[in-house]
């Protein structure tokens, strides 16, 4: 069983920076695609940064050129966000895709205040 801890939320103010960090615990050999998910009130889950194997990103329109998702190592994953905005707010998830299903973290709080 894989379980995933998001840290590095917490209240910033717009133009502000945060990093997230996700932890794999459990069976992890090598890596595997990994990703960032937000949910916004009232919104649904999206897709904010996600990294593949071989390293390669993409990034939702909305963040580009302002977070950075990078991997650490087989484990363990960052979210570098830069010039943050109020409508950045929200649950921020971590994702971890595995060959047979994929595992999230209970996701950590980011508010952008004004």
């Known amino acids: 069983q894989v379980q995933l801890v998001e840290s590095g939320g917490g209240l910033a103010q717009a133009g502000g920076s945060l990093r997230l960090s996700c932890t794999a615990s459990?069976?992890?050999?090598?890596?595997?695609?990994m990703g960032w998910y937000r949910q916004a009130p009232g919104k649904e889950r999206e897709l904010v940064a996600r990294?593949?194997?071989?390293?390669?990103t993409n990034y939702a329109d909305s963040v580009k050129g302002r977070f950075t998702i990078s991997r650490e190592n087989a484990k363990t994953v960052h979210l570098q966000m830069n010039s943050l905005k109020p409508e950045d707010t929200g649950v921020y998830y971590c994702?971890?895709?595995?060959?047979?299903?994929?595992?999230w973290g209970k996701g950590t709080l980011v508010t952008v205040s004004s």
């Open positions: 459990g069976m992890i050999i090598s890596p595997r695609p």
């Open positions: 994702k971890r895709e595995a060959y047979t299903m994929d595992y």
């Open positions: 990294i593949e194997i071989s390293g390669s």
